[in-house]
């Protein structure tokens, strides 16, 4: 092949890939609408269900204490939402485990860039793709990096924080107060756990609440299990209540959470695994083919219509493959 020719499947292959990105921004766009509007309609029907309950109980003597609750997770709530719309790169560095400054992850990001780059220009390629190839290696490849260390930071931490809520349960049941749990945990749970209820400690001991000290943790984990904890505490500091119980009941349904996960994992396998190989199958096939017999796939690399053809293609098999992606990977 002539350096035309490798020119024109690097761009093809830059330019397929930034298509399936704006495809699959385009489906998460549209599965954050349809969340919204699911969110929506379940506070709608939970406030429907909250007035009948108040109608009923006007006359009960837990409507006072109902009330307080219902005011709570409203706050609860306006804090998360206002906190949702300051997040920065400090933040999603918290978030990922890392301890750098913005300034290093920018420089970090600018040296991934050029590097990309180099190494695309010194291939042969066009200033185009040269260009492309650095924009990727520097906006998307360190971004990625953030991305995947966060998801398996929040990963290691439901995978402990069950135990970390036994602990309270039995220190509390034993008569110890929370903070001295809380104490336990930070030091004894290993990471993320610890260190994120040592920075919960740590801040108790300069003077802020713990709803303060866990909306931090929240901001640095935000999970739904630890959205539960914190609605918990809140809810036994303002109304009183059984907190052993309470958390009790909390590290059973996160660890049926878990088990549903995990069931859930077992039971897409097999849809990933074929959504896997029928990826791999024409890529493989093709480099199966020009190593057998070059003559004839040659006609795709030689000729202006295969070079269009070989474009298509990984045009097609880009959105295919991220279709099938959305398709096998579940939130819940």
Do not use: H
Not at 55 to 73: F, H, I
Not at 158 to 174: Q, T, Y
Not at 213 to 240: H, T
Request: aromatic residues 6%.
């Amino acid at each position: 092949m002539d350096q035309t020719t490798i020119a024109i499947i690097g761009v093809s292959l830059l330019v397929a890939i930034c298509i399936g990105a704006v495809g699959f921004l385009f489906a998460e766009s549209k599965g954050g609408k349809s969340n919204q509007r699911m969110a929506r309609v379940a506070r709608g029907n939970a406030r429907e269900s909250i007035a009948d309950i108040d109608e009923d109980n006007q006359t009960d003597n837990a409507g006072p204490r109902r009330k307080q609750v219902q005011e709570t997770l409203k706050e609860i709530e306006a804090k998360q939402k206002a906190e949702k719309e300051k997040l920065t790169i400090r933040l999603r560095l918290q978030r990922a485990g890392l301890e750098i400054t913005p300034r290093t992850f920018y420089i970090a990001s600018a040296v991934t860039g050029l590097f990309v780059a180099m190494c695309m220009s010194l291939s042969g390629l066009p200033i185009g793709a040269v260009v492309l190839s650095g924009f990727a290696g520097g906006f998307g490849v360190p971004r990625w990096y953030v991305n995947f260390k966060t998801k398996r930071r929040q990963k290691a931490f439901v995978e402990e924080f069950a135990n970390s809520l036994d602990v309270i349960v039995r220190g509390v049941k034993a008569g110890l107060p929370i903070n001295d749990c809380l104490k336990i945990i930070a030091n004894e749970s290993p990471e993320p756990v610890g260190s994120e209820f040592k920075e919960l400690v740590d801040g108790m001991a300069m003077g802020i609440t713990v709803e303060q000290g866990l909306q931090k943790v929240y901001e640095r984990i935000p999970l739904a299990e630890v959205n539960f904890f914190m609605i918990v505490l809140a809810i036994q500091a303002q109304a009183g209540g059984n907190l052993s119980e309470a958390l009790g009941n909390l590290s059973n349904v996160l660890r049926d959470r878990k088990k549903m996960r995990a069931k859930i994992q077992a039971m897409s396998q097999e849809a990933k695994a074929s959504a896997g190989i029928i990826g791999v199958l024409p890529p493989g096939v093709m480099t199966l083919i020009y190593i057998t017999t070059p003559d004839y796939i040659s006609i795709l690399f030689t000729t202006t219509a295969g070079n269009m053809i070989i474009f298509g293609g990984l045009m097609w098999m880009g959105m295919g493959i991220l279709v099938m992606r959305k398709m096998v990977n579940f939130n819940f």
